[in-house]
């Protein structure tokens, strides 16, 4: 169940993710007539965060031209993330790390462990999820936008001191 998590994020053993029951497949069966409307607007919302986040230091979401992507998530990418991550969350800005360790360092797949999946590592070290949902205003990611831009507007930190150690964020 859940991915064989014991805790979030972390395969101990290999699992599915299951839970789809009669009640839970009836609301489905609902909703997918609203599919195409929520996923057009979760376009429209990747539009304006791309748009509102043109001239920030952050790798946005590649959407090569042949495909049409949904959005389910919208994942930024930065060097800086635990620290942009804390300024969001500073100013009431809801984010998320997914997937922080990646499949092949999961315990329940420690026998796909290689060298050379530094690409792999780079993402679960970088990546932010920033909200994304079909009912989230234009103004909610104006928001998000203006937050992320202040982050990297900011004057960099001094060097410490010799008495002080540098604390990560990490």
């Known amino acids: ?9 972390v395969s101990e053993c ?14 489905l069966a609902t909703k997918l ?13 990747a539009t304006r965060y ?23 998530q919208f994942v930024i990418r930065s060097g800086q993330r635990d620290a942009l991550r804390s300024s969001l969350a500073t100013a ?8 922080p360790l990646p499949v092949h360092r999961q315990p329940a797949y420690a026998e796909l462990a290689h060298p ?4 792999s590592e780079a993402v679960a070290a970088d990546n932010l999820a920033v909200p994304m949902y ?6 909610a990611v104006d928001s998000v936008c203006e937050a992320v831009r202040r982050f990297f507007d900011r004057p960099p930190m001094s060097p410490p001191t010799r008495n002080e150690r540098p604390v990560s964020d990490r």
């Open 1 to 9: 169940r859940q991915y064989g998590w014991r805790h979030r994020y």
């Open 14 to 27: 290999r699992g599915l993710n299951a839970r789809l029951d009669e009640i839970q497949a009836a609301i």
């Open 33 to 45: 007539g609203h599919l195409d409307q929520w996923n057009a607007r979760r376009r429209q919302l």
């Open 50 to 72: 791309r748009q509102g986040l043109v001239d920030a230091p952050v790798a946005l979401p590649v959407e090569p031209p042949e495909v049409e992507h949904v959005y389910h």
């Open 92 to 99: 009431g800005i809801a984010s998320a790390i997914l997937y």
């Open 116 to 119: 050379g999946l530094s690409q």
């Open 134 to 139: 079909p009912e989230l205003a234009d103004e």
